[in-house]
């Protein structure tokens, strides 16, 4: 008996779109796991359609169009794609029709007919976010060595940022690649609780303050796309 783990649970919603027609797109609540919706001051977007090719490579075919609605704490999130986005979109799709000698569907056409195409779309999109995750106050740092009060939790490999800090405000976290650290040694999940950043071995301070937070990835919508052909192209 074989027991299956998933990192997360997203929705999945297919886009079904048509060739050179503008996409007015769709509105996404975030939300967090106990349903307090995301601050997006804090958090990055990323919104794609990708092509699978045969040999399961991705190629990244276009962004999708993302807007962040006021106030930025209410976690609303528009997305849409323009039409020559859609036609982008359309010339990816369509051959790899080609290359299997499959026929391109034509809209409107009942969704019965479509669900097998649908499936078997070599596009892909995918909504992802990045957020900061409060980890544990600061108590002092050595040569770069940090000393948490709470165990930390990091992993070598993650990608770390702080906040309020005093002795050193060049390391505090800005929405700049500058202040986000990774390359983490010498992590004790024991008291005293430390990590390492080897790239901050010149700060020291016996009462930094501030937190350490991670920042985490995370896939909140995926799904198929599915590009309709059009006939008349009446306008540049």
């Not at 297919?14 to 796991?33: N, V, W």
């Not at 301070?205 to 991670?214: A, F, L, N």
Request: charge should be neutral; aromatic fraction near 10%; proline fraction near 4%.
């Amino acid at each position: 008996m074989s027991t299956f783990l998933s990192t997360s649970i997203a929705p999945r919603i297919d886009l079904q779109l048509l060739r050179r027609d503008f996409f007015d797109g769709l509105s996404i609540l975030l939300q967090t796991s106990s349903g307090t919706p995301y601050d997006l001051s804090a958090t990055e977007v990323c919104c794609s359609v990708w092509k699978r090719s045969t040999s399961g490579e991705l190629t990244h075919v276009t962004t999708i169009n993302t807007e962040k609605k006021e106030p930025l704490r209410s976690g609303m999130l528009r997305l849409w794609l323009t039409s020559a986005q859609t036609a982008t979109i359309w010339d990816a799709y369509s051959a790899s029709l080609v290359e299997n000698s499959v026929f391109s569907p034509f809209f409107p056409s009942a969704y019965t007919e479509q669900a097998q195409s649908i499936s078997s779309s070599p596009l892909i999109w995918d909504l992802r976010v990045e957020t900061r995750e409060y980890l544990a106050n600061l108590t002092s740092v050595v040569s770069g060595v940090f000393i948490s009060q709470i165990n930390h939790g990091l992993a070598s490999s993650e990608r770390v940022v702080f906040s309020g800090t005093t002795s050193s405000p060049s390391i505090n976290y800005n929405n700049t690649s500058a202040t986000i650290y990774s390359g983490l040694t010498n992590i004790s999940y024991q008291s005293p609780y430390t990590f390492t950043i080897p790239s901050l071995t010149g700060v020291t301070s016996s009462g930094i303050g501030g937190s350490v937070y991670r920042l985490r990835q995370d896939t909140v919508v995926a799904g198929n796309v599915i590009v309709g052909s059009t006939v008349s192209n009446c306008f540049p």
